[in-house]
């Protein structure tokens, strides 16, 4: 799509595709290159890392990303939000670094939001994940639960939910549940692009 930016710091051919791009069994000559894809508001994304993980960013999000991992770590920087359905690598976790908040797993499929000035939310659809907060040790959190932390309380709360709500954008539907009319049209701007 071209209202969607990406900054890339290596030249390479990778596959680009209908509102997705594929860095999957590509090799860059550079092993520290970093690319960054940034989402217009009203516009989806989704992207292949090299170790195979999708990401699907939605509108006005930005993902940093190396195009090729470490050979110990895989780690990507979000803001806004995205949907990642990870790569199962035994020997290298995957962490994602969302406003000071890091998330930390081996494959499985969680949602991150970190449009909200003040928090950060971590829905687990599948799998299991290590939030560590700020200053703080690693939480662990089970499929269909909900981790949000508040910038403001500095504290991180973890609950069962409906993962529904959070997660239907990823399917192109937006359910709102207990939302104030101010989330909802917060949201629906994004959305749209209005």
Known sequence: NG????????SL?????NNNI??????????NAYNTLKTSPGKEYSITLSDGTIVHLNSASILRFPVNFQENIREVTLEGEGYFTVAKDAKRPFVVQAK????????TVFNVNTYAPDKV?????????GIT????????????QLAEYS??????????VDIEPY???????????????????????????V
């Open 121 to 129: 939310e971590i829905v687990l659809v599948k799998g299991s994940v």
């Open 133 to 144: 907060p700020p200053n703080s040790k690693q939480v662990m959190i089970k499929p269909y």
């Open 151 to 160: 910038n403001q309380d500095e504290a991180l709360v973890v609950k069962d």
């Open 167 to 193: 997660t239907s954008w990823h399917a192109g539907e937006l359910i709102f549940e207990n939302k104030s009319m101010k989330d909802i049209m917060n949201t629906l701007s994004l959305w749209y692009g």
């Open 13 to 17: 051919a990778v596959r680009n595709g």
């Open 3 to 10: 209202s969607n930016r990406i900054i890339l710091e290596d």
């Open 100 to 107: 000071g908040i890091q998330i930390r797993q081996y494959g």
């Open 22 to 31: 594929d860095y999957s069994g590509i090799a860059s000559a550079k092993s």
